[in-house]
């Protein structure tokens, strides 16, 4: 039998208005994989990400977690009951940390398993507690992010996300708004999930991330898959020339 791909992506099309930012993507995730999605601004990467939990919604196609359509059509009432579950699934960390800035580090991890899981206090806490060891932030826990710098604000986020225990973990361009000193501490938390065979999907710009830690490296631009394969192929061998043009100018830009 063939097995279910644990994330599916099918024709995805967004357009807003008459500009296309997906045009027909496909693509296949397995349990346990680290994909890393790369490109230039406005590539799209992004907006396909955001996809996978619905946020971004698409204009056509499919997306599938464990066989069950995440972007389904459904009467507003029944639609908001679906994607709550299907979000509770599916953790995903932004760009801008997206702390409660009136609420500590424990209030902001507590929350949603205490409003979507019904958790009780005790149980709320223990697993903030658990999720703030796993990123190193426990000695943090009744600071408030005014008190942290960026780096523990995004691991705090990180923690705040794996609360929920998801079978998924999205990241969006996660160390991009970090001073370049912050940037390892919230790769070296990716890095241990990577260890856990977590399945990770991560959009980034941090190729020696990518290059070390990932499975597979797909390359986006112009709304469409250029490339992808493992690390050791796109970035030492690229098949296609646009993919080699975007490793060039990045490596010109790193020196």
Do not use: W
Not at 189 to 200: D, F, G, N, Q, S
Not at 216 to 245: A, C, K, Y
């Amino acid at each position: 039998m063939t097995q279910t791909p644990f994330v599916e992506i099918r024709h995805a099309q967004k357009s807003y208005g008459t500009l296309e930012v997906l045009r027909d993507v496909n693509l296949t995730v397995n349990r346990g994989e680290i994909v890393a999605i790369i490109g230039p601004s406005g590539s799209g990467k992004s907006t396909l990400l955001r996809a996978i939990n619905d946020l971004d919604p698409l204009s056509a196609g499919e997306v599938l977690l464990e066989g069950v359509q995440v972007n389904k059509t459904l009467p507003p009432r029944a639609y908001e009951a679906h994607i709550n579950e299907m979000r509770q699934h599916i953790g995903m960390v932004f760009q801008h940390f997206n702390l409660f800035p009136h609420l500590t580090v424990r209030q902001n991890v507590t929350m949603a398993p205490k409003l979507l899981k019904r958790l009780g206090e005790a149980e709320a806490n223990r697993l903030a507690e658990e999720q703030l060891a796993h990123v190193g932030m426990l000695e943090r826990i009744d600071y408030y992010p005014s008190q942290l710098s960026g780096g523990q604000k995004q691991r705090v986020a990180i923690a705040r996300a794996l609360a929920m225990k998801p079978k998924l973990m999205l990241f969006d361009e996660a160390t991009s708004a970090l001073d370049p000193e912050l940037v390892e501490e919230v790769n070296q938390v990716m890095k241990r999930l990577a260890e856990e065979h977590m399945t990770m999907i991560i959009v980034t710009h941090e190729m020696d991330f990518a290059a070390s830690v990932c499975d597979r490296v797909i390359f986006m631009d112009g709304g469409v898959v250029v490339e992808e394969g493992p690390p050791s192929v796109v970035f030492r061998t690229p098949t296609q020339e646009r993919t080699r043009n975007f490793l060039r100018k990045y490596l010109e830009g790193a020196k």
